[in-house]
């Protein structure tokens, strides 16, 4: 079946603008978590969706990252006024979520560059 | 909350060799730990993980170790070939059904022919 994917692959925006980051999860994945990669780094948790709900939120860096899910599939990631540090790969992952820990599979991510 | 370490960061081996990725963890509740390789420009994929009730998981040439008592587990990787160079990342988490992985910083594997 299909995978997680994710759009745009790329974005190229200038400083100060707002972008938006989309994410479709595989089917029946209840789970959905957002983390970010800096160029030569680790993964870092941003936040993780639970249905249509982000118990943990406790990974956003700032209050101009924000996410959102509806329908228990597509979620977005919207950072407003984006900042030169801000660039980095945003990855989105999905999971069954039953009782125990299930794999994560990620997207191919997208590729955020601020001018 | 929980912090993961990883050693070393870069390691060459030639091909045929073997290859061992150390990680420590700092939370004694977490008891899931999964190891992604991840492809220059590729998505991190899931190669091998193991949970805190086995100390050891084998998959042909990839296999897992797990001290619970030290908080530390190991990726051994034997009969390197050039394709297995990626960077190879750990993580832990709580074994529930909504994990939060903290990863290791990556460990760069590059096999030479």
């Known amino acids: 079946g299909a995978g997680v994917s994710q759009s745009p692959s790329n974005k190229v925006t200038e400083k100060g603008k707002d972008v938006e980051l989309r994410c479709d999860p595989i089917s029946g994945h209840t789970a959905l978590y957002w983390y970010r990669q800096r160029l030569g780094q680790g993964l870092e948790f941003l936040i993780y969706f639970q249905g249509n709900s982000a118990p943990d939120k406790s990974g956003l860096p700032s209050d101009r990252f924000s996410a959102e899910r509806t329908g228990e599939s597509v979620s977005t990631l919207t950072i407003q006024r984006t900042q030169q540090e801000d660039s980095a790969v945003y990855l989105c992952?999905?999971?069954?979520?039953?009782?125990?820990?299930?794999?994560?599979?990620f997207g191919p991510g997208t590729r955020l560059l601020v001018l | 909350g929980e912090n993961v370490e990883q050693h070393p960061s870069t390691l060459s081996v030639q091909e045929g060799d073997s290859a061992v990725i150390k990680c420590t963890y700092s939370?004694?509740?977490?008891?899931?730990f999964p190891w992604y390789k991840q492809e220059l420009g590729k998505r991190p994929q899931l190669i091998i993980d193991i949970r805190s009730n086995v100390g050891e998981k084998k998959d042909q040439r990839i296999a897992v170790t797990l001290n619970k008592t030290a908080k530390h587990f190991s990726l051994h990787i034997t009969e390197t070939q050039p394709e297995d160079s990626a960077v190879y990342f750990c993580?832990?988490?709580?074994?529930?059904?909504?994990?939060?992985?903290?990863f290791g910083t990556g460990t760069r594997l590059l096999v030479s022919p």
């Open positions: 993580a832990a988490s709580m074994n529930t059904g909504f994990q939060k992985l903290v």
């Open positions: 992952a999905s999971s069954l979520a039953r009782l125990a820990a299930e794999t994560q599979y």
């Open positions: 939370d004694s509740a977490s008891n899931y």
